[in-house]
């Protein structure tokens, strides 16, 4: 891809982020055009040059953007339209190539429980069960559209440039609808201020994300912007609005895994550069990182510090640094120790939360799978886990680095966010490709 595309499509979704501020009715009927063009094209081309593929990444980085200013039909809106984009593009193409076995078992096991559901009426049953299932959902087509299909690095890299782009409108939305980052009123709980009265968490997770692409891609010597200096100042605009969410697993997230794609890049694969150079370049991103914490830190009178200690900045008293995720967790356990056959039910752990008056959301898909599931849900569990790693394991050890980072931010994401974005499903089907290390080695084709 050109420099001249690259740079006309960041401005694009910056001016695109601009006028969803000022007419946020505008984003429903970008999405629509979106998904609609996305839809003729894959069939006017029947797939030939993997558009699918591309547009369901648009939509991953374009669903929180969608989702914030009311752009979606209904909530899950980015997951059907992902699930929508890659089976078309399956089915038109006519490609014969191997199916995901374990996959498809994966998805059996989550069905028996249908069977113990309680819904007290129907809208209840679909929204809770669509709520819960549409994440594995997206996760089962994506594995089996990307499962042994074959990429070059040019076309990885640019499935990851086309998630951010839609990113850069998030970004710039911020910008224009929040308070100045002096003017916000921070304490020791993710901030919805800071992220424009949406869910932090969702915001965070799709910094984290950015991080992690615009990283590897300043790493694997690939513009997103057209210039290295733009690619910078965006990573250092992702770090900002990430921190200032205050929601916390997005950002340990991104920056864990980027790290780990490093760490092992040195370890497994080709030089991208020498060790010593590696170092250097780490040691800067470390120091950028940490002018950028302190930035915040400082705005929000040490209150950053705070949240990530678990400290609440009133008393300073240490507090449950896992924001009541460990309650959560021990409820979805316990009801899995009382129904372990079936569990009970997909979408059930919100509505015996609520006649409970407990806690309604999960936060863990794997702990939600056990309590929803039972014993299948354990066996399911197994295969999402391993399955993957024992894939990865068998490909050439110099694409190590690059899987196993998405692999990383994806379990992570379902650890503490379960699969409320169809970014985890995507991204998890995405380290099923092919061909990456072999007809086309990643690193030589970088330079």
Known sequence: MSRSISISLTLFHIILGFAIAQNRESSFYFGLVIISFAIIQILYTRNANDE?????????GLEILLRMTGGSLVWEAGKYAVIFILIIGQVVEGLRKPYPVAIL?????????????????????RRDVSFNLSGPLTLIISAIYFYRRPYSSISFFRIMKTMVWPMISVVTYLFLVTPELTEIEYGTQSNFQASAGFGPNQISIMMGLGILLIGASLYYRKSITGFIAGDILLLLIFIIRGLVTFSRGGMIGG????????????????????????????LAGLII???????VNDVSENRLQYRYQGINYRTGVQKDIT??????LGHELELFRQNPILGIGPGMVREVAIKGKGIANTHSEYSRTLAEHGIFGVGALLILLLFPLRYILNHNREMYPILFSILFIVFFTMFH?????????FLYGLVFISALGKKLPLQKNLR
């Open 255 to 282: 920056v864990v895994a980027l790290t780990l794609l490093v760490v092992l890049n040195v370890l497994f694969g080709r030089k991208i550069w020498s060790v010593s150079k590696t170092f250097i370049y780490s």
């Open 323 to 328: 924001s009541g995720r460990l309650l959560i």
């Open 105 to 125: 078992i994966y998805g059996f096991l989550l069905l028996p429980s249908l069977a113990v559901t309680d819904f007290p009426d129907f809208l209840h049953f």
């Open 289 to 295: 990182f940490l002018l950028t914490w302190n930035y």
């Open 417 to 425: 966010s379960a699969m409320r974005l169809a970014m985890p499903g």
């Open 52 to 60: 699918a593929c591309y547009w369901a990444a648009y939509v991953v």
